[in-house]
């Protein structure tokens, strides 16, 4: 849900840094009032950046741990009841053969 979040920002971002280009680049606007748009500008590309970058971070991580729900044993993807759950991991049993093994959330570094 976070990586909604900001994904949903980054697009919010977007919108405001072409609005905010139209401004700076407007012949009509006093030049201290376009500094002050390209500043705001400026801004806004970094946290939309940084947005997008938090989002595909959120989605790597999810298919990380995606990638471990496949059973060792018999092969089914994501058939599996939670066992156990221990930190920022948690342990699994395969609904058809029954097979434990342990799915590690990634680490934040
Ligand atoms: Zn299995």
């Not at 977007?14 to 500043?39: C, H, K, N, Y």
């Not at 221990?86 to 395969?94: E, H, I, L, N, P």
Request: charged share 20%.
């Amino acid at each position: 849900m976070e990586s909604h979040l900001h994904l949903v920002t980054a697009l919010l971002l977007t919108v405001a840094v072409m609005a905010l280009v139209e401004l700076v680049f407007d012949q009509s606007t006093p030049g201290f009032t376009r500094i002050g748009w390209l500043a705001l500008l400026s801004g806004a590309v970094l946290i939309a950046v940084k947005a997008l970058r938090n989002y595909f971070f959120f989605m790597m991580c999810a298919e990380q741990v995606a990638n471990q729900a496949v059973c060792g044993r018999c092969g089914v993807y994501g058939r599996l009841r939670l066992v156990r759950e221990k930190g920022q991991q948690c342990d699994v049993a395969c609904k058809r053969c029954a097979f434990e093994w342990s799915i590690r959330e990634p680490r934040d570094d």
